[in-house]
């Protein structure tokens, strides 16, 4: 079964530092990726996708993402980060078969930033 | 701009109340979705539709049902709420053919006491 995997729960960024939250799926064919970001009472709201083509994806608001099939991980990167970026990030696959469409998400990488 | 809207952002109701939770979109698709949030859990499907009147169960559909009477509608249906669903919930929609990006609604978070 396809499953996604964000190891780290929380984590703490200074201002103007780098980022990267990993993510890493289970998955037998060509995935099709997702990154979303929730702020606090919100929905979630589409980062970047990776459907096929390039492996580095850019994304909205300075992310990008790196697909890399040999590690079955797709890492989301962000090279300063700003106070406004505290947030929960989700990282999701879409399932295949009967449950194309759907996506599988991850527990969420919930990220701090410091001053 | 795409838009999914939730009818209630905050919802308080006892239990053993029958609560209903509105989702509309309005970018025509095919595919509705409604999902459950809990810290430390992530987001885990609830059911989700694929047409009108259709739908389907996903992984956590025990205590819930849906209606979809209309395209752009999708209904959320607790027959007996109880505490242990309190949570947020998110509705979300996408074309039919994919792969395609889900839009989510803001979420409505309902306590159940």
């Known amino acids: 079964a396809q499953s996604v995997t964000q190891p780290d729960i929380h984590i703490t960024v200074s201002e103007g530092a780098s980022l990267e939250l990993r993510c890493n799926y289970s998955y037998g064919a060509t995935p099709y990726l997702f990154w979303y970001v929730q702020s606090p009472g919100q929905g979630l709201q589409l980062l970047l996708k990776y459907f096929s083509g390039d492996t580095l994806v850019q994304g909205i608001k300075g992310f990008e993402a790196e697909f890399k099939r040999s590690q079955s991980s797709f890492n989301l990167r962000k090279p300063s980060v700003h106070w406004s970026d505290a947030a929960e990030y989700f990282c999701?696959?879409?399932?295949?078969?009967?449950?194309?469409?759907?996506?599988?998400f991850g527990k969420g990488t919930k990220l701090s930033v410091k001053p | 701009d795409v838009k999914v809207t939730q009818s209630s952002r905050y919802l308080v109701k006892r239990t053993g109340e029958k609560v209903f939770l509105e989702c509309v979109q309005d970018?025509?698709?095919?595919?509705m979705f409604w999902y459950r949030q809990d810290p430390g859990l992530g987001l885990r499907l609830i059911y989700f539709s694929y047409d009108v009147k259709m739908k389907e169960k996903g992984d956590i559909p025990e205590g819930y049902s849906v209606s979809r009477e209309k395209k752009e509608r999708f209904s959320l249906i607790l027959e007996s709420a109880s505490t242990n669903q309190t949570s947020m919930y998110l509705c979300a929609s996408n074309p039919r053919q994919g792969p395609e990006t889900q839009y989510f609604g803001p979420g409505t978070r309902l306590l159940v006491l």
């Open positions: 970018m025509d698709h095919e595919n």
């Open positions: 999701a696959v879409e399932g295949y078969g009967g449950s194309q469409g759907n996506l599988i």
